[in-house]
Nanobody, 125 residues
Framework: QVHLVESGGGLVQPGDSLRLSCAASGRTFSSLAMGWFRQALGKEREFVAAISWSGRITDYVDSVKGRFTISRDNAENTVYLQMNSLKPEDTAVYHC??????????????????WGQGTQVTVSS
């Protein structure tokens, strides 16, 4: 079993930055592929970013490419999502996800076994 706890969300203005963190426990973190997903009010959950065990492979949804960066610190059992140039359409609950079936899972939501409760990000002027 893996326990995931997100933090770092908040209310910011358009153009601001936030860094989300997701702390994992319960399993060797370096053997978990990680991802970030988000769900806006009234919408389905969507993929945001993913990272492989080692951090060498990353992927992003087109709408955040060039603005968001996913990274991980295996010594700290934490995955991060650095979000720059935030837009109102980035407003959502952000969830981190972990999977142990492969070194990299990517956008496949069904490939993730564990999910955090989420952290709210609101971008508004």
């Amino acid at each position: 079993q893996v326990h995931l706890v997100e933090s770092g969300g908040g209310l910011v203005q358009p153009g601001d930055s936030l860094r989300l963190s997701c702390a994992a426990s319960g399993r060797t973190f370096s053997s978990l592929a990680m991802g970030w997903f988000r769900q806006a009010l009234g919408k389905e959950r969507e993929f945001v970013a993913a990272i492989s065990w080692s951090g060498r492979i990353t992927d992003y949804v087109d709408s955040v490419k060039g603005r968001f960066t996913i990274s991980r610190d295996n010594a700290e059992n934490t995955v991060y999502l650095q979000m720059n140039s935030l837009k109102p359409e980035d407003t959502a609950v952000y969830h981190c996800a972990a999977g142990g079936s492969a070194f990299y899972i990517g956008q496949r939501e069904a490939g993730y076994d564990y999910w955090g409760q989420g952290t709210q990000v609101t971008v508004s002027s």
